[in-house]
Nanobody
């Protein structure tokens, strides 16, 4: 069992940066891939980024590529999402997730989810 808690969200002006953290409990966190998803008002949940359990492989949604960086520190049982050059369209609740399923851009690949953290980008 893994419990995830996101933090680091907030209000930022367009062009600014935020760093989201995902703190995990449970000794098996290091064996799970980690994904970040977001849900904007009135929209479906969408994939943002993912990182494999080892941290070797990452991938990003086209909408955030070059602006966001996903990372993890297994020694600290934590995952991170560095978000730079934020745009108003990045406004959403951001969720981290852990799992071992295939197709890591799909929510179904993840077994554990955090409660989400709000990110609001003003223009």
């Amino acid at each position: 069992q893994v419990q995830l808690v996101e933090s680091g969200g907030g209000l930022v002006q367009a062009g600014g940066s935020l760093r989201l953290s995902c703190a995990a409990s449970g000794r098996t966190f290091s064996s799970y891939n980690v994904g970040w998803f977001r849900r904007a008002p009135g929209k479906d949940r969408e994939f943002v980024a993912r990182i494999t359990w080892s941290g070797v492989s990452t991938s990003y949604a086209d909408s955030v590529k070059g602006r966001f960086t996903i990372s993890r520190d297994n020694a600290k049982n934590s995952g991170y999402l560095q978000m730079n050059s934020l745009k108003p369209e990045d406004t959403a609740v951001y969720y981290c997730a852990a799992g071992s399923g295939p197709y890591m851009y799909r929510p179904s690949a993840y077994d554990y989810w955090g409660q989400g953290t709000q990110v609001t980008v003003s223009s």
